[in-house]
């Protein structure tokens, strides 16, 4: 996975080590890694990566864990 074209935020600044970064595979499925543990990468479909930023951005996310 380390042959992935990764790229990080443009809201990252400078090298902030806990950076979500995402990448395309060669059939366009995303895959996410953060920064500071790029070993453990996490692969998912357009479709679910979609639906996962449309809660985050709705705030459907925030009541989590607490």
Known sequence: ?????WRKSS?????????????PDSVGNPHLRESD???VVIS???????????AAKAGELDRLGG
């Open 1 to 5: 996975m380390s042959s992935l074209p």
């Open 11 to 23: 809201f990252s600044t400078g090298d902030a080590p806990n950076c979500v970064e995402l990448a």
């Open 37 to 39: 543990d790029p070993e």
């Open 44 to 54: 998912t479909t357009p479709a679910a990566l979609r639906a996962l930023l449309r």
